[in-house]
């Protein structure tokens, strides 16, 4: 399989992961893993591990080939650096994976107020927008803002038929349509399915450009395919270092060794600390530009774990529960409950060790102690030393935690984390031996909006769900 050329400035941007504080030495033994632990569950860990191999070889995750898509990333690129210069906001539509990695893209690779820059300071790149709700009020405020002349919209869905999207759909279009008439059509772009859904066939109906999702890639894996490379590629994130660091995490989350391989590792010692009453998964990076991970992870952790029947047909309510959590805001509203509160998490940190920028602390001379000690030091050395004094103390009451360590926030590193976490997701979906792919208690909430909606063939789930709604309420 072709792989992407390693330049000279890869050296040393590996990903690293410290486990240090999940192993039984640190945390104890009741609450932290043990190298028998481990060896024992090595040959499980490689066997699933070989059959998540299996299911790519027959083309069924076609999400860990994506890394390698060149045909498709040089047409988005062109795409791309056309669209700069036609528009200067540029909005996706989306809800849940069509929309999470894209957020947490934009939060990571641009400038923080990359909306607010003058238009030389986006090196002449649009403004990003997400709408990943259907709240009114959000949707009404977006377009009272943008210009229909001077904005393109990137509607995402890989069914062609998420009810929030094709609301967000009809309503754009119809705006479009009153200000435009027929040059509406130039303004839509669709990533969607290659061949089936509303959104695919309302696309060649009217002319839409369109991306296609790999048909076996769903929208929690589907960050680094049109989804999330588009909307990146169009402000200016380097698409190509993004996947070339996908492609780095796929060579080394294939080795069978524990300790050579971070997803197979961290796999295997959540399963142990899943069976150990650890339920909950609490994501915490030490990085503004990286918060958004957190809330991309939360989503796929929860869709892909959150299962009630096990592979072999039995019934078993199982999964994490993912927290995302923001270093060191959080330590001012999370942490007393993680330190005292009960002993079913384990923190997954995000680290940065070289920032974009250093801000230096002056020294004060205010003869204040809680002022004065700061002086000559930088924000960067406090907030690593605040993630550092939190891991320890989390340790010293029995809390496991694992670190996360990127050498620093551009598309190489980024890509090395997504495309892990992926990896190890659905690994540990293989241990706890359920499907991790499917999610079917999305589809029934799906279901019952079409009903309620009026949606045509849903007419006896709506009789249904109208006379549950005639029951008397309680309302307190």
Request: proline fraction near 5%.
């Amino acid at each position: 399989m072709a792989r992407y050329e390693s330049p000279a400035w890869q050296m040393g941007q590996r990903v690293r992961l410290d486990v240090t504080n999940l192993m039984a030495t640190a945390v104890g033994p009741d609450n932290g893993v043990d190298e028998a632990e481990l060896e024992r569950i090595g040959p499980r860990a490689a066997q699933a591990l070989e059959r998540l191999g299996d299911l790519r070889a027959r083309g069924q995750v076609e999400w860990m080939d994506l890394p390698y898509q060149h045909e498709t990333v040089e047409r988005i690129i062109t795409t791309a650096d056309r669209l700069a210069s036609a528009c200067d906001t540029f909005v996706v539509l989306g809800i849940g994976g069509s929309a999470l990695g894209t957020i947490a893209l934009r939060t990571a690779l641009l400038h923080p107020f990359h909306n607010q820059l003058r238009p030389d300071q986006r090196n002449g790149r649009p403004r990003l927008y997400v709408l990943d709700n259907i709240d009114p009020d959000l949707i009404a405020g977006l377009l009272d803002l943008i210009d229909p002349q001077r904005t393109i919209f990137n509607v995402v869905t890989k069914s062609g038929s998420t009810g929030e999207t094709m609301a967000q759909l009809a309503v754009v279009r119809e705006r479009l349509k009153t200000a435009l008439g027929a040059r509406a059509a130039e303004h839509i772009i669709a990533t969607t399915d290659p061949t089936q859904g509303d959104l695919r066939r309302l696309a060649e109906r009217e002319g839409y450009q369109t991306f296609d999702i790999p048909p076996t890639v769903g929208g929690r894996f589907s960050v680094l395919s049109p989804v999330g490379l588009l909307p990146a590629a169009v402000v200016g994130i380097d698409v190509r270092e993004l996947l070339a660091g996908a492609a780095e995490a796929d060579r080394y989350c294939r080795g069978r060794d524990l300790e050579a391989n971070p997803a197979l590792f961290l796999a295997a010692a959540l399963f142990l600390l899943y069976q150990r009453g650890k339920t909950i998964t609490v994501m915490m990076p030490y990085s503004q530009r990286l918060r958004d991970i957190a809330d991309w992870f939360r989503q796929l952790w929860a869709e892909s774990l959150g299962k009630i029947r096990r592979v072999d047909g039995r019934v078993e309510h199982v999964g994490m529960t993912p927290i995302k959590a923001l270093g060191v805001t959080d330590q001012h509203s999370q942490v007393q409950l993680y330190m005292e509160g009960p002993a079913d998490k384990v923190f997954l940190f995000v680290a940065v060790d070289r920032y974009d920028r250093t801000v230096e602390i002056p020294s004060s001379g205010t003869g204040l102690s809680s002022l004065d000690y700061l002086g000559g030091h930088t924000l960067n050395e406090l907030i690593n030393a605040e993630r550092i004094a939190t891991t320890l103390a989390l340790a010293e009451h029995h809390r496991p935690s694992c670190t996360f360590e990127l050498p620093e926030v551009r598309p190489f590193t980024v890509g090395q984390l997504l495309y892990t976490l992926e990896v190890q997701t659905a690994l540990i979906g293989d241990l706890l031996e359920i499907n991790p792919f499917d999610q079917p208690g999305v589809e029934a909430g799906k279901i019952a909006t079409y009903a309620l909606m009026g949606r045509s063939g849903y007419e006896e789930q709506a009789r249904v769900i109208r006379a549950k709604l005639g029951q008397a309420r309680r309302v307190i």
